[in-house]
Structures are given as C-alpha cells and as structure tokens.
C-alpha cells in the first residue's frame, strides 16, 4: 500500500453537524443495478479483510467509499470520537479514507460529510472482521458497532451488515490467508445481492434500522453447508484473566476456551456445524419481551 502523504483535513464533530449535513433518504437500495455502499471495518483501513471485500463489492458493480480507523479499534463497540478529528484521503485511491477515531465516528463523519453533497450511502458494509462476532461478543465487537451506527446515529437510518470470519486453525493468529478472504468477500458480495431486498419490505420500515450481522465458518466457501438464519447465541465468547505485574497494574489476556452449549438455532452453533449465519439485529437497546407490566406496577409503589 502506498504511504499516505500527511495531508489532513481536520473536522469536529457535534450533534448539530450531524443534523444539518444529514441529506433526505434516497431508494436506491430499493432499485436495481449500483449501490452506494459505505464500507467501513474495526481493523483499520489496510486489513487484508477490508481490503478484499473492497475489491469484491467494486467487481460487484457498485460505488464504493471506505472510510474506516486508521489503526486496529476492536473492541470498541459504537463508542464515538468527540472534538476534532484528523481525516487522511488516500492519493493512490480518492474512494478511500483514514479517520482517526472509532469505527462509528468513522461512518458518520463518511456518511455526514465525505460523501458528495445531497448524496448519502445505501448501504453500510463493515468487515471482513478476523475472528467470529457471536454470542455476546455482539455488545463489544466494533465491526457490528460501525454497522449499528447508520442505524442509530443517522437520520434516515441507513441499514446495514456486519461481516466476520472465522480463522482457520491453520491461520496465524490474528490473519486470515489472502485465499480464504477472496472467498468470503465474493460470497458476501452475492450475500448482499440475495439480503437486498429484504431490507425494502414496504410493510416494515423498521428494516430500515436493522443490521445483519454475518458469520463464516473456518471452512472454504466450497466446503460450507449453507447459509442460515441464526438467533443470538448466549455463550461469552471470549474469556478474560488478569495478570499483574506489580501493584495496581493489570493486564488483560485471554482466558483458555471452555467448552459452551446453546442452542441449536444459535448463531454459535450453527457456525459450529458448518453454516454462515445471519443475525438480524435491531437498532434498540430495550427490551421489548420483559414483563413490563409487571415492572410498572412495582415502580408506581416507588416514593421520592
């Protein structure tokens, strides 16, 4: 990859940016032919992973802009980057961007500000993450973070995918084979051409704040048994320990997997059989299954 030249354009962010730069909603993704895809990662704009579903989604036929952190964000979840916020644009590519800040700030400020004026993207693609977004890994994982922010911090929401895949256990830690992210970006690429429509049920508009969160197995696209739609999985995840190496300093490590059950339909086991899951999750943090009523009776015998 090129060096970058430091020529940055400094922006800051506020709420009332968002609102005034935020451009009526189009239906484009509702039509036929080009997208205007908004492709985004937590790994940092250079990952093998964002870099092959960049060149998938362009032999696809759409308009690609990536905007994504200028270095690895796991972890981080939707948090946001407030104040000023250094933007880099690729001289060897105009449709790529660096942004110092997370994830979501990554696709905001791209929505809000690096697009073309009055233009908006149709779609929000972040990914191809290294390792699977399962379980409750879901609540941390920046890759599923930036795709929840077109839902959550844009205004018309923009719907989106969140793509990971599994490491073969012959990869190196941290890596997938250059091979093996072809595959899978090509197969997303058809992923998203099949999902397209799903988003435009006029019946349902809340499709508008949803998000796919897409899992492959560490298996080649040739050996997968399908791919299915999967309910949230509860298993951890991931598993921490605490090392100290002197008072008060701590260092978190991974924790040796154990082994978990869930269900069947889950998202952790169907990747486990072989499956590339897909997880539609809403852009809401309530709860809409608990016993409310029962919740508001005990809170009426509450006194100031």
């Known amino acids: 990859m090129p060096s970058l030249r ?18 009526p909603a189009h239906a484009s993704l509702c039509g036929t032919g080009q997208l205007d895809i908004l492709l985004t990662n937590d790994d940092g704009y250079q990952a093998p992973g964002i870099r092959a579903l960049y060149v998938k989604l362009r032999a696809a036929g ?42 979501s700030t990554a696709v905001a400020l791209g929505a809000m500000v690096l697009y073309q ?19 409750s890994l879901l609540a941390l994982s920046g890759t599923v973070g930036a795709a929840l922010a077109g839902t959550m911090l844009l205004d018309p929401p923009v719907p989106g ?29 058809n ?21 796919l969160n897409v899992n492959y197995p560490a298996l080649p696209v040739t050996a997968l048994r399908g791919t299915v739609v999967a309910s949230q999985g509860r298993s951890p995840g991931i598993r921490v320990r605490f090392e100290s190496s002197e008072p008060g300093v701590y260092t978190a490590r991974p924790a040796d997997d154990a082994a978990t059950t ?33 919740l508001q009776q005990r809170l009426r015998r509450l006194r100031p």
């Open 6 to 23: 430091p020529r940055l354009l400094r922006l800051t962010l506020t709420l009332a940016l968002a609102l005034a730069l935020a451009p």
């Open 191 to 211: 992923l998203i051409a099949a999902t397209r429509p799903w988003f435009c049920k006029r019946d349902e508009p809340s499709r508008a704040r949803t998000v």
């Open 262 to 294: 869930d269900a069947r339909d889950s998202d952790v086991s169907r990747l486990e059989q072989g499956y590339v899951t897909v997880t539609p999750i809403e852009a809401r943090l309530d709860d809409r299954k608990s016993a409310t009523r029962d």
């Open 62 to 103: 759409h308009r690609v802009l990536l905007v994504a952190p200028d270095r690895n964000f796991s972890g981080s979840s939707i948090s946001f980057t407030w104040g000023e916020v250094e933007v880099t644009r690729d001289l060897s590519d105009p449709n790529v961007f660096a942004v110092r800040g997370t994830p």
């Open 117 to 135: 004026s009055g233009a908006r993207p149709d779609l929000i693609v972040s990914g191809i993450n290294t390792g699977a977004n399962t379980g």
């Open 161 to 189: 995918l969140a793509i990971s895949a599994e490491r073969p256990r012959s990869a190196a830690p941290q890596a997938l084979p250059a091979d093996h992210l072809d595959q899978v970006a090509a197969h997303a690429a």
